[in-house]
């Protein structure tokens, strides 16, 4: 409801119930269309004639979400939960507010109660999930996100972040099942087709993985690590020419060591010791004392 330039002149003294209503009902447009500024000043307007207001208190919090300005939300949200301490309701948007201040500890314990409010709580899990990958528990954010997934299982975005996380974890049957589940929802989805491919690659099982490697090489064509992963592969799988030539495109740009130790096993596996050596040599010129690639080079050079 659009409120007259007199309406917002009144004094506090002058408001009436009806007057507050109309500006609860201003302010809650004026965030669903994004306005958020002009939200704030009308809760604020409520909040002159009544410093209590829990609609407006939590209104103004939103909006003080919405531009970005999160230690005020946070205030406001303090505000509120002095008057309503038992509404888990608004635990997740207090922990949001939390984890973007980087109050890790902080946002535990309000996602922790918003999920006792409502176990299936959505954007608490997603909050959840996002705060343990930030502070390094791998393990906990894989639970929230499977949780979500039980909710949802087509939730792409968290399908790749799971995915993803379990490759880093070394776990490329579980991302594996993952990454299925995500190309069933989106066929085409270039961080499923790259996961997957990866994740069974990591298995050894080059065969099944070189139809994933094609099509997102089709996809992303110039992407370095695309480029050598897909050289490992098809190297594995004994296409020799396809992944010397994968490998020496990921070098086109400048410097790559993965590129390098990938063509000094192609050239290996092609009995072309001089070139495996050079390889090596190129790696060991920005990085002298990597001992890997020293022993390597010791093996690839032939004896005299």
């Not at 958020?36 to 809760?43: D, G, Q, T, W």
Request: aromatic fraction near 6%; charge should be neutral.
């Amino acid at each position: 409801m659009r409120l007259h330039s007199g309406e917002m002149n009144l004094s506090p003294r002058d408001v009436t119930n009806l007057d507050l209503r109309r500006l609860l009902q201003a302010g809650a447009a004026s965030r669903k269309a994004r306005d958020f500024r002009a939200a704030e000043n009308l809760y604020l307007r409520v909040l002159e004639v009544n410093p209590h207001h829990a609609q407006a208190l939590k209104g103004l919090a939103d909006a003080y979400r919405g531009l970005g300005e999160m230690k005020r939300c946070l205030e406001t949200w303090d505000r509120y939960g002095d008057l309503c301490p038992n509404d888990g309701s608004i635990q997740t948007r207090v922990g949001d507010a939390c984890r973007r201040m980087g109050l890790a500890e902080r946002a535990l314990v309000h996602y922790q109660a918003a999920l006792v409010h409502d176990p299936k709580d959505r954007y608490a899990l997603t909050g959840l999930g996002d705060l343990h990958q930030k502070e390094r528990h791998p393990e906990e954010a894989l639970a929230c996100w499977e949780q979500l997934l039980d909710l949802d299982p087509d939730l792409l975005h968290i399908r790749t972040m799971a995915g993803n996380l379990c490759r880093k974890k070394f776990d490329f049957l579980r991302a594996e099942h993952h990454f299925r589940e995500a190309l069933r929802v989106e066929p085409k989805n270039a961080h499923a087709i790259f996961g997957m491919a990866d994740a069974l690659r990591g298995q050894g099982r080059f065969e099944d993985a070189a139809p994933y490697w094609e099509e997102i090489l089709r996809i992303d064509p110039s992407n370095s690590q695309v480029l050598c992963r897909s050289g490992d592969c098809f190297a594995r799988l004994g296409r020799l020419d396809q992944a010397e030539a994968l490998l020496r495109r990921a070098l086109v740009p400048g410097y790559d060591r993965s590129a390098w130790l990938g063509l000094a096993r192609v050239y290996t596996l092609k009995g072309n010791h001089a070139e495996a050596a050079r390889c090596h040599e190129a790696i060991l010129a920005r990085n002298p004392g990597d001992a890997r690639i020293s022993q390597l080079l010791a093996q690839a050079t032939p004896e005299a």
